[in-house]
């Protein structure tokens, strides 16, 4: 019996809408010897020496999956293009906040891509933690991004790596969504 519910090819999406993606994930530090811009996992990232890391830094990238620490990487952030964050259930957050660090803590400027079990309720979410790349796979999700609705709520109380507008006399209380 076939799947319901086939695995649909990643897409990449932006704030600014889809695009070709033009990095590649890899397994191992072997991919750099060719052409293109590859993810690496935190391990194989690692591995490679500082001069490798410094001189690829433009078609560097590095994936971290909910379990691996942030720190391991916080001081190589100036030799990364990418930091990709794995979401492999949508039960498991831990990467909105290694998101939200990357960007207010640590001040990267880079582009911080969600990757895995990304779905609709989440995205305005990650967008105000720091994410600026998606890999979509989520047949609902892509729907709504292709018809221009990234959905959210209006108003939030919480502060967040994204800026928020003033909004009015209580604006540390409560500011509108960008």
Request: aromatic share 10%.
């Given at each position: 019996m076939a799947d319901p519910t086939p695995e649909t090819a990643p897409r990449l999406w932006t704030p600014s809408g889809f695009r070709e993606d033009e990095w590649?994930?890899?397994?191992s530090a072997e991919a750099l010897?060719?052409?293109g811009r590859f993810i690496l996992p935190l391990a194989a990232f690692l591995e490679l020496g500082e001069q490798e890391r410094i001189s690829a830094r433009e078609r560097l990238g590095v994936l971290l999956l909910p379990g691996d620490a942030l720190d391991k990487i916080v001081g190589l952030l100036d030799q990364l293009s990418l930091v990709a964050l794995a979401f492999p259930a949508f039960s498991?957050?831990?990467?909105?906040?290694?998101?939200?660090l990357l960007?207010?803590?640590h001040g990267f400027e880079g582009a911080v891509r969600a990757t895995g079990d990304v779905l609709v309720d989440q995205l305005p979410h990650m967008l105000r933690v720091g994410f600026d790349e998606f890999e979509v796979t989520n047949p609902v999700l892509i729907r709504r991004l292709e018809t221009g609705v990234?959905?959210?709520i209006a108003?939030?109380?919480q502060p967040a790596a994204k800026p928020a507008?003033?909004?009015g006399r209580y604006a540390?209380?409560?500011a509108r969504a960008d």
């Open positions: 590649t994930h890899a397994e010897a060719g052409n498991d957050g831990r990467s909105f906040s290694k998101a939200e960007r207010s803590r990234t959905g959210g108003l939030h109380y507008e003033r909004a540390w209380r409560r």
